[in-house]
């Protein structure tokens, strides 16, 4: 099943072309943004001379750093009237990564997706709860426009509220369901709890995502729920979710190549390497009038599978994430580097400089420790200014991240020392 | 006005430990000790013969210390004895925010030892009134 058999079965050489024309198109617009005109002249990019898909490479790497540094629009290529849409993820010094659309670009994410969902056989006729939260982060309004797109009717639940999900689950006889794998496996277990058995559900189809899984926490999920699970691909710099999408063989993630072009280089040098090779993937988004962007250093490590799949798709499939070449943490589904932890941690006087992340999976769900060791010289021997520290440090955690850490106050000099590479984040989760 | 000797303590065996053990090499007495419990972490105040010294070896020695000020009082060892300091207090709206006694050697007389917002004032109204206050030789010397 395609939803548009011409453009998802393409012959790779009509592909390429037609990367190229939209390469070269996206090249010209972005040329003109404050951002781009100064790395092009910086790094002697002509565009005009990027006449085949492997000059590519002498386009210079685009990072999240680069984005903080455009902010707010110093990428964007179409005036404010035109822009119908903006996400953001938090950023590491109080500024967000943002991510323009205009009408057209959030037509096409939601075609995007409504590829990826008919590949893995939805229909109109589904019924798609949404269990991934709305909002600024992208994993909620992505699938629901794409789910629309496709003809689904959609019941935009976003996360938590579990007696409802597991309600609306009976009730409108929910066929396909969007959910982190933790939730997930947290959801099985109240809907046993409530007395309901999860195979007589209707639920058919659930799609994985926003955060980092095993094939084996797969399997546990489709066995529990009697369902099949689709692994996606996405991040708020390529649009969001649907960037690349399993198709019912379940192996691998087909890219949507007519919309971005993937690379896979070396972290350390930046080389490009073969496919088939693991590396970081390396994205250029071609098609978004508001906000092209060339090269983007995802930090997610994979490799592209170059065989050709059974399902007939043109477009080559990237394995599932291995890992990241940062030390970016994926909890609850938010994207928290220890940066951020720690620009809060040393704004408070009364903490000293060391700190440890420590994260478990407690029922299923993600929790955050955050463990500081008290500053000797600013304690006052009393407990109540003890517990207001503890208060205001998990309040102004919660504001930057999103997420509830539970704050443990220790005696200085029960860290480990901060000399040198101190392992700052201890990951205890099983994914 | 005296001082005890506060110390922010983790939850978990062994503390009171290692707090008394360097008191113990320092030869320092602990005239009495309670303990204020927030779950995970807690403070313990320990009233100290030489509570400078104390809290400056404690923090030597790694365990985060610091002196606070209190008010100690005489009071009589008798049903009623704690009653009649606590009645002052009330009458002149004095809150008392953390407390704990103890007795003397003599069998007849209690030191009754607390934390409050204005120690001065309250120190005076108590002396004014009667109340047999402690100054801090008085009262690590008992």
């Known amino acids: ?431 | 006005m005296p001082y005890q000797v506060s110390v922010f303590a983790e939850n978990k065996p062994g503390k009171i430990e290692r707090i008394t053990g360097v008191l113990s090499k320092n030869n320092i007495n602990i005239r009495a000790i309670t303990i204020s419990d927030s779950g995970d972490y807690g403070i313990i105040k320990l009233l100290l013969d030489r509570p400078q010294d104390g809290a400056t070896i404690l923090n030597d020695e790694g365990i985060t210390a610091t002196v606070k000020d209190i008010v100690a009082i005489r009071i009589k060892d008798k049903p009623g004895g704690l009653f009649e300091v606590a009645s002052f207090l009330k009458a002149n709206d004095i809150n008392v925010e953390d407390a704990y006694g103890f007795m003397v050697k003599s069998h007849d007389e209690a030191v009754f030892v607390f934390q409050v917002e204005n120690i001065k004032k309250t120190e005076k109204l108590l002396t004014d009134a009667g109340f047999k206050v402690l100054a801090d030789n008085e009262l690590y010397l008992l």
């Not at chain 1, 938090?90 to 037509?107: A, L």
């Not at chain 1, 909620?140 to 007696?163: D, F, Q, R, W």
């Not at chain 1, 090269?295 to 994979?302: E, I, S």
Request: with cysteine; hydrophobic share 35%; aromatic share 8%.
């Open chain 1, 1 to 431: 099943m395609y939803w548009d058999k011409d453009i998802e079965t393409i012959d790779r050489k009509s592909l390429q072309a037609l990367q190229l024309k939209k390469l070269q198109g996206a090249l010209r617009r972005s040329a003109e943004t404050p951002f781009y005109k100064k790395v092009f002249s910086e790094s002697g990019v002509n565009v005009e001379k990027i006449t085949t898909l492997d000059h590519l490479k002498d386009i210079p790497f685009t990072t999240k750093n680069d984005l903080r540094l455009s902010y707010p629009d110093g990428m964007v290529t179409v005036p404010r009237k035109e822009i119908v849409r903006m996400h953001a993820s938090s950023g590491t010094t109080g500024k967000s990564t943002v991510i323009f659309y205009t009408k057209k670009d959030v037509d096409e994410w939601a075609t995007q997706v409504a590829r990826g969902m008919v590949a893995t056989g939805t229909t109109p006729d589904d019924v798609f709860q949404n269990m991934m939260g709305y909002g600024l982060f992208t994993g909620g309004l992505g699938l629901h426009y794409g789910a629309e797109k496709l003809g689904c009717m959609v019941i935009p639940m976003s996360t938590g509220n579990t007696l409802k999900q597991i309600q609306f689950l009976q009730d409108f006889q929910t066929t396909v369901i969007h959910i982190t794998p933790s939730y997930a496996l947290h959801l099985v277990e109240a809907i046993q709890e409530n007395g309901v058995n999860p195979h007589d559900l209707f639920i058919k189809k659930a799609y994985l995502g926003a955060e980092p899984y095993s094939e084996a926490t797969r399997n546990k999920i489709e066995e529990q729920y009697g369902l099949d699970a689709y692994n996606s691909y996405g991040m708020s710099e390529m649009n969001g979710p649907g960037v690349a999408f399993e198709c019912v063989h379940k192996n691998g993630m087909h890219l949507w190549e007519d919309f971005y072009i993937p690379e896979i280089i070396n972290p350390e040098t930046g080389e490009n390497l073969p496919d088939g090779e693991e590396g970081e993937l390396v994205l250029t988004h071609i098609n978004r009038e508001a906000m092209p962007i060339f090269r983007y250093r995802t930090r997610d490590l994979t490799r592209i599978i170059p065989e050709r799949c059974a399902c007939g798709r043109t477009h080559r499939r990237i394995e599932r994430i291995k890992g990241r070449t940062d030390d970016m943490m994926i909890v609850s589904g938010v994207n928290v580097f220890p940066s951020q932890i720690e620009t809060v941690l040393m704004n408070i006087p009364e903490v000293g400089n060391n700190y440890q992340i420590v994260l478990e999976r407690e029922n299923n769900l993600d929790r955050m420790h955050i463990k500081v060791e008290l500053y000797s010289k600013m304690f006052s021997g009393d407990i109540k200014e003890l517990d207001r520290l503890k208060k205001n440090l998990g309040e102004a955690l919660r504001a930057l991240i999103t997420i509830n850490p539970k704050i443990e106050l220790l005696e200085p000099g029960s860290l480990p020392p901060s000399m040198g590479k101190a392992k700052r984040v201890i990951d205890n989760r099983i994914l």
